[in-house]
């Protein structure tokens, strides 16, 4: 009984931490998004410590690199075809391939792992302790997941079905930095592929609002 409480109050309160500094205090001062990232990672480590699990057991590891890779690129390759095609329907596809967009790639890696340790090494993991079966505590994960991309439809739907397929292939055969590789691939096809009236510039938030308004007031200039 304590020990489900203590799951459920830190899942409460890692929603609570991702959500507020989404809706209320993302740009309140300049240090938000580094202070946001302490306490997630305080979360994180903190829970890890008190069931005394290992870096492997959460899925930063190697030993089987190889099969997740496969297991994943399996799964993903036909979302990424299927983007590619909707970019190059609609004639939108705006890939920029030079040496200064690597920092921009990076980021985007280390922001793809922070969200799949999220998603998979906290939220799944705890959800599992308090919830019955394998299929539970995945909805409920991806669904957090999906709630955290509010109120952006693209990214709600799509981190829906990334989040499902995540949490299956953790389970299979848990990889964190594999998840977190394929699903920056994703961000960056999904970026560069379609038009940004369906990404809302990947925006989320009250940033996505802002975006949208932007959009509007530049196509009623011309």
Do not use: K
């Not at 991702?18 to 938000?32: G, Q």
């Not at 909805?139 to 957090?144: I, P, Q, T, V």
């Amino acid at each position: 009984m304590i020990a489900r409480g203590r799951a459920w109050f830190e899942i409460v309160a890692m929603t609570a931490l991702l959500l507020s500094f989404v809706w209320l205090w993302r740009d309140s001062f300049v240090a938000a998004p580094a202070v946001c990232l302490i306490l997630f990672l305080a979360l994180g480590i903190g829970a890890h410590t008190a069931r005394r699990e290992a870096a492997a057991d959460v899925g930063l590891r190697f030993d089987n690199l190889a099969s997740t890779l496969v297991d994943a690129l399996i799964c993903v390759a036909p979302l990424i075809v299927l983007t590619l095609a909707a970019g190059w329907f609609v004639g939108s596809t705006s890939f920029r391939l030079s040496l200064d967009a690597a920092p921009g790639v990076l980021r985007v890696w280390v922001f793809a792992l922070l969200w799949q340790y999220g998603l998979l090494a906290f939220f799944y993991r705890r959800l599992g302790e308090v919830l019955p079966g394998s299929m539970l505590p995945a909805l409920a994960a991806s669904g957090l997941y999906s709630v955290l991309h509010l109120p952006n439809p693209l990214l709600c739907g799509a981190s829906l079905v990334v989040g499902l397929l995540s949490c299956w292939l953790y389970r299979r055969s848990p990889n964190l930095v594999v998840l977190g590789t394929v699903q920056a691939i994703l961000i960056l096809c999904v970026a560069g592929a379609l038009p940004v009236e369906w990404t809302g510039g990947m925006r989320v938030g009250p940033q996505f609002f802002e975006f949208v308004e932007r959009l509007q007031n530049a196509s009623g200039a011309f």
